[in-house]
């Protein structure tokens, strides 16, 4: 075992300073600090990872011996940061320790003073709540790429935005409206922007953030994947079918939504009528209960503006065949010149006799499409694969 060690060692120390920067970057820190036990000339050499990742795996510690595992985690990771020389351009940190919630924020504190911060990415889980960003985190102001997670967030009365901010990820994020959409206004570069659950609070009166007026806040924004806002009102006020700036930047378009509800069609409709060079559009839909509506307002003679010239697929998941989803599949190909796919993959409820009906239903009455060469695909889901015991 000695001997092995020895010849990586050997291996590694014989490799150019320049190469085994490199090849570091791409291991765990964890991993870096174990390659530099081995090699002596590599000792330091970690120290100049521009990417770090700290994780509950930084330490091994059984689960069992949580003070134990607390401060050694946290000993490491300030070991770490103080012994680091040049720039970190990208963070990774997920833990899941509800004890180290003051030393984080100690953590946060330190990594605010650098300028050089990139890509951020954030996870702490703690089983009595959410993490409360502190105000120094606001200091990041080099960041191009966020994620968070289980975090909430107060923006500071002094935050001046995130003006280099790109790509924007929250999931299971408490925030405010109003901040929400302060804080989307404060990045106008922002390029895309993921929402993966949680209520947005204080969702009432002139507090309110509607599904219209969250696209307000995001002129520049060319990829958006929202599933979901839970909040009833999200989807209310629609009164027109366009906004009054056009989403010129909009290529890709993901949602999770349910067309059972007019207004959720209403205000999907008027963002992807604002969206003239969307490429692709990817639909989730959910189940609903109720009575049905007129479907009328789906008519494709209503919507003369809507001219999507760039679309070139469409996909929709969880397609219940309701009547609302399939005058929406075929508003869209109608006004897609461009397509060249649309796929349906049914929901696991639709029996057999309800894929058969719905398919003779298509030849015997077809609609109109605006793309001749499109191919419209209808499956079942696939099934994962049984692992073997």
């Known amino acids: 075992m000695k001997d092995h060690q020895r010849q990586s060692s050997d291996r590694i120390s014989s490799l150019p300073d320049d190469i085994i920067e490199k090849i570091l970057t791409f291991i765990p ?14 000792r330091y050499c970690w120290t100049g990872m521009q990417k770090l990742v700290f994780d509950d795996r930084l330490i091994n510690v059984s689960s069992d011996m949580g003070v134990v595992k607390k401060y050694k985690l946290v000993i490491t990771i300030f070991h770490v940061l103080l012994l680091h020389k040049g720039p970190i351009s990208e963070l ?10 003051n030393e984080i924020d100690q ?10 911060i990139k890509k951020f990415i954030f996870e702490v889980y703690r089983y009595d709540g959410y993490y409360k960003l502190p105000c120094s985190f606001f200091s990041l102001h080099g960041l191009e790429h966020l994620s ?5 967030i107060e923006i500071p009365s002094m935050f001046n ?3 280099m901010l790109k790509s924007l990820i929250f999931v299971e994020v408490d925030i405010n409206a109003t901040m929400l959409q302060r804080f989307l206004i404060s990045c106008p570069l922002l390029e895309e922007f993921t929402w993966i659950g949680r209520y947005v609070t204080d969702f009432i009166g002139d507090n309110k953030c ?10 520049s924004v060319q990829a958006v994947n929202i599933s979901r806002f839970y909040n009833k009102d999200f989807y209310a006020g629609v009164m027109s079918q366009k906004l009054h700036t056009p989403l010129v930047y909009l290529r890709i378009l993901v949602l999770q939504v349910c067309f059972g509800k007019q207004d959720e069609i209403s205000s999907t409709l008027c963002v992807i009528n604002s969206s003239p060079n969307l490429e692709k559009i990817k639909f989730k839909m959910l189940r609903y209960v109720g009575q049905t509506f007129n479907t009328s307002f789906l008519d494709p003679q209503d919507y003369s503006g809507l001219n999507l ?18 005058e929406f599949v075929k508003l869209i190909m109608a006004k897609s010149p461009l397509l060249k796919k649309a796929r349906i993959e049914l929901d696991n409820s639709i029996s057999v006799d309800i894929e058969v009906k719905m398919l003779q239903d298509l030849v015997l009455q077809p609609f109109p499409r605006a ?11 696939k099934k994962l694969p049984v692992k073997a015991n």
């Open 107 to 116: 953590i946060i504190l330190h990594l605010s003073r650098s300028k050089n």
């Open 309 to 326: 010239d760039h679309l070139r697929e469409l996909e929709i998941t969880n397609f219940h065949n309701y009547a609302p989803e399939m």
């Open 148 to 152: 968070l997670k289980y975090c909430v």
């Open 161 to 163: 935005g995130f003006s």
């Open 92 to 101: 990774y940190i997920h833990i899941s320790d509800e004890e180290i919630v």
């Open 210 to 219: 509607t599904f219209v007026d969250l696209f307000k806040c995001l002129p």
């Open 371 to 381: 793309s001749t060469s499109a191919k419209f695909i209808i499956e079942r889901p």
């Open 29 to 42: 820190i964890r991993d870096a600090l174990r390659t530099s036990v081995l090699s002596k000339r590599c």
